[in-house]
């Protein structure tokens, strides 16, 4: 069993923020993957499926970024499980916007969701980085992350998405740098 997190903040007054792509990846991937309905649990939000012969456990914490660890441990020790079957889909200030990487481990990079967890956890888990490009100075960090994404990107955002749930197999098999170069792929057409 794998569980996949999506990082966000609770409340539609975020939904369409960028620090909330997280939460948007793991709702294309229940759409299209047939997942079961969303259940409160875990201080979150559940839904659970299959994505080709893998049971997975999609997870939105209901907390806020910065206490995102606290509901992801509590999904982990219920089902026992290691840092190893946990993916954590998250929004990337350095990389360009639309850009979507996989890694394991390594540090925060100030993410406060990633920080929450890492705390819980620790860092040896796999992250979907998903671009959303650098404003270009520090202190329009906040605004860029908690802004909305303009109507201009609209239709790259919905290519990206597309493509990660389109794709989403190859990263339940452990096959991240095929997830990678199809969602690349995929995002030329």
């Known amino acids: 069993m ?20 997280g939460f948007m990846a793991l709702d294309v991937i229940a759409d299209m993957h047939g997942f079961s309905p969303i259940q409160k649990k875990f201080t979150g939000w559940v839904q659970e499926g299959r994505i080709g012969s893998e049971k997975v ?24 499980l290691t840092p190893d079957a946990l993916t954590v889909f998250h929004d990337e200030l350095d990389l360009a916007p639309f850009k979507v990487k996989v890694k394991r481990g390594g540090g925060t990079a100030g993410h ?17 980085r998903i671009g959303i490009g650098h404003p270009g100075h520090k202190d329009r960090v906040t605004g860029h992350v908690l802004g909305n994404y303009a109507k201009a990107e609209q239709d790259d ?8 749930g389109s794709e989403a197999h190859w990263l339940a098999e452990g096959e991240d740098a095929r997830f990678m170069s199809d969602v690349a792929l995929r995002q030329q057409d």
């Open 57 to 80: 456990l999609l997870l939105k914490p209901a907390t806020f970024m910065n206490e995102s660890g606290r509901s992801v441990g509590e999904a982990m020790r219920f089902y026992k």
């Open 2 to 21: 794998q569980i996949w997190v999506g990082l966000g903040n609770p409340g539609p007054q975020y939904a369409l923020h960028r620090h909330n792509i």
């Open 112 to 128: 406060n969701g990633l920080r929450s967890i890492d705390r819980h956890l620790g860092p040896d888990f796999r992250r979907v």
């Open 157 to 164: 955002l919905a290519t990206m998405l597309g493509a990660m």
